[in-house]
């Protein structure tokens, strides 16, 4: 009997263990995502000049065909900027922890790229 009882705890346990894995795992996975997405905004940025319209037409397309629109960029720096200038701005990820059911999370990561247009 106490071996049934035993064995029945740490199934549960283990299988407790496993959707926690599971959920920080996906959740590695969106924040790798976003990092991801990071290196195409500061790309777009050196190459735009700033986070302008355009380029910021150009990383909707590509958060649209890569993450399905989860993906955002957000700056107060909208227009281009001068050779050297630092463009801050703000990527917001929408996370959902698989088997979970909790509302959407939202990550955000916070970066900066300098322009380099004449």
């Keep these: 009997m106490e071996h049934g009882i035993n064995h029945a705890v740490t199934i549960i346990i283990f299988s407790f263990l496993i959707f926690v894995t599971v959920g920080l795992t996906s959740y590695g ?17 050196e190459r735009q000049g700033g986070l302008t319209k355009q380029a910021q037409k150009s990383l909707a397309a590509y958060s649209k065909s890569h993450y399905n629109n989860k993906i955002s960029v957000n700056s107060s720096q909208t227009t281009k900027q001068a050779y ?35």
């Design 29 to 45: 996975i969106e924040f790798a995502h976003a990092i991801e997405y990071k290196a195409q905004v500061n790309n777009q940025v």
């Design 84 to 118: 050297g200038t630092t463009v801050e701005y703000e990527i917001h990820s929408e996370v959902q922890f698989l088997f979970f059911q909790m509302p959407k999370q939202m990550l955000t990561v916070k970066g900066s790229a300098v322009s380099l247009v004449r």
